[in-house]
């Protein structure tokens, strides 16, 4: 019996190593043929990673609207820059890489952090994904309150798992300044769950 | 007690973080947007020409704007000044001066100028005479407006709006001419093909 739910487990391991394997080579397949400035391949990709793109960007502008249009603007500037891309890191982590330079870039552009609208559930089907956090309910509510530096490293640390060097990277700044925005993050949000829990 | 709970409250944060989740989809199709962007046709030339000159020529209408406004204000009431730069010449070699206590065109900076200024008759003749017109006219609006922040500068060395507008000035001219020597390389690699 014992033998027999190894076998099964070894099985289905292998049976999920090969679709992720399929999937990967599928992947490159269309980057291959979206470098050659094939719209149709390229909207491959968009279809595989338009959710991963959508809520990064979401989460580090914490507005639709604006998440929308960063959105857009990454994968257009992913088309521009798709030759550049050499298959040194995964395509979904260029495509983070991507879209987190849209994002600053369009905030320093417009300067419209001040006037971003604070709801991000607002107008939006955005998923309740925290129903399962105990007493964080409104973490997601918390971190869009946030001002926009320890947003981001919060965003990109603690819930897409990004080290502090790969943070700091993508943000342009020292990883001390990471994990001092970091601690500012916590320190606000504990403030803040704090406050909504009295 | 009181340190033991705050890092309970962070290990649950970071936690509860963590299972947020990472994608979400966006409540229409985006695509549409995207298509449009990466699949129109491909500019003519001259549309995509004539957009760097209207960027040239913007930033040399700001730069010549905001020069010609601060001489007047700065000159309004002195007396009659005596020109660091009187001519073309003169105006290059302040290039490599440092304005006063805040701005500095290093070495890089007059080497790169030089070796451009020596090229670009050269990337002139491979434009069009319409093109080569623009750039000339882009030029000596540039040139001009260096004279004036130059003779504005004489009088008031220490102004550092002046020197920062100069420092600026320089810069744009720099730039305007790489492109010029980027644009004159591509027009060049057209007609090989």
Not at chain 1, 181 to 198: K, S, Y
Not at chain 2, 53 to 80: C, F, I, K, R
Not at chain 2, 167 to 190: C, G, H, K, P, Q
Request: aromatic share 6%; glycine share 6%.
């Amino acid at each position: 019996m014992g033998a027999l739910s190894a076998a099964r487990a070894a099985n289905s391991d292998y049976e999920a190593q090969a679709v992720a394997a399929d999937a990967a080579l599928e992947e490159r397949a269309w980057i291959r043929k979206a470098q050659t400035a094939d719209a149709a391949a390229f909207e491959a990709l968009y279809r595989m990673h338009i959710d991963k793109v959508y809520g990064l960007c979401l989460r580090m502008t914490g507005n639709v609207a604006e998440a929308e249009d960063c959105t857009q603007d990454a994968f257009i500037q992913a088309w521009s820059k798709l030759n550049e891309f050499r298959g040194e890191s995964a395509f979904g982590t260029w495509l983070h890489r991507v879209a987190v330079n849209t994002v600053l870039g369009r905030m320093r552009k417009s300067r419209r952090e001040q006037d971003r609208i604070r709801a991000v559930s607002e107008g939006s089907s955005t998923p309740q994904t925290i129903g399962d956090s105990g007493g964080f309910r409104d973490l997601e509510h918390a971190i869009n309150e946030l001002p926009s530096g320890a947003r981001h490293v919060f965003v990109l640390h603690a819930v897409y798992g990004y080290s502090h060097d790969e943070t700091s990277e993508m943000l342009g700044i020292a990883a001390g300044t990471s994990k001092a925005q970091l601690h500012r993050a916590r320190r606000l949000l504990a403030q803040q769950l704090n406050t909504e829990c009295a | 007690m009181n340190e033991e709970n705050n890092r309970n409250f962070d290990d649950e944060l970071m936690a509860a973080a963590a299972k947020l989740s990472t994608e979400v989809t966006p409540d229409r199709d985006l695509w549409p947007g995207i298509e449009q962007a990466i699949t129109q046709p491909a500019r003519p030339g001259r549309t995509a020409w004539n957009s760097v000159w209207a960027q040239a020529a913007a930033v040399v209408l700001l730069v010549a704007g905001s020069s010609g406004v601060t001489y007047l204000a700065v000159t309004e009431d002195a007396s009659p000044v005596s020109p660091v730069a009187e001519g073309p010449t003169l105006v290059f070699e302040q290039a490599s001066a440092q304005f006063g206590s805040m701005y500095n065109l290093g070495p890089d900076y007059q080497d790169a100028r030089r070796s451009l200024a020596v090229k670009i008759d050269e990337e002139l003749t491979r434009l069009t005479p319409e093109e080569r017109a623009e750039v000339e006219k882009n030029i000596e609006l540039i040139r001009t407006a260096i004279e004036d922040i130059n003779a504005a500068l004489a009088a008031e060395p220490n102004n550092e709006l002046l020197q920062k507008l100069l420092f600026n000035t320089y810069r744009e001219e720099l730039d305007l001419m790489l492109r010029v020597d980027s644009i004159a390389s591509a027009a060049m690699r057209r007609g090989d093909i």
